[in-house]
């Protein structure tokens, strides 16, 4: 079944339908809101808040042109930015538990690579929480310039600027601290 004769029946009230997309994006919203808030139990509630909300406003949801997974994610965003404003307190982005690089290698070499990963993320986590949304949208989530504007409210063009400048901040910052430990 296509995913617009879905969306027409849950927009119908057929639960059996909206089970159907809530399947095939939970994965998806939930990496999202996990890595925003960096809790499991804080991902696993604001991702039901999500499709709470979904459900009951799916029959505002029109295609004019955004994806329905798009209109998933700009509630995830707005609910995220909510519950940051509510706990007052700087975003973060956890560290995965998972081995960061393959086994077999030399310790020495994955302390080293372990060590420049724990780097970037403390670097990934001083940006403001819009740049972090954009690089968890376009490394983690794989989404394009389009999708992501389409998310986070903001033409094409601005998500490329503000990519490239966040790649550049982010150059810079490692510059800087290359510098200081040499």
């Excluded at 909206?18 to 808030?37: A, H, P, Q, S």
């Excluded at 995830?76 to 998972?98: C, G, M, T, V, Y």
Aim: negative net charge; aromatic residues 8%; hydrophobic residues 40%.
């Amino acid at each position: 079944m296509q995913e617009e004769e879905i969306l027409a029946l849950a927009a119908r009230g057929d639960r059996e339908a909206f089970g159907m997309l809530y399947e095939r994006y939970v994965d998806r919203i939930f990496n999202y809101v996990y890595y925003r808030t960096g809790n499991q139990d804080d991902a696993e509630d604001l991702t039901a808040r999500v499709f709470q909300r979904a459900m009951n406003h799916i029959v505002n949801y029109t295609n004019r042109g955004v994806p329905f997974s798009a209109w998933l994610y700009r509630i995830a965003h707005n609910l995220l930015a909510n519950w940051h404003r509510d706990r007052s307190r700087k975003q973060e982005i956890p560290l995965s538990d998972a081995p960061l690089v393959a086994k077999g290698e030399h310790p020495e070499t994955n302390l080293v690579h372990n060590e420049q990963q724990e780097a970037l993320l403390r670097l990934i986590r001083s940006l403001p929480a819009e740049r972090q949304t954009l690089l968890i949208l376009k490394f983690v989530e794989h989404l394009s310039n389009a999708e992501i504007g389409q998310i986070m409210g903001r033409s094409e063009g601005a998500v490329k600027s503000l990519y490239h400048r966040t790649l550049l901040s982010l150059r810079d910052q490692i510059g800087s601290a290359e510098e200081y430990n040499e």
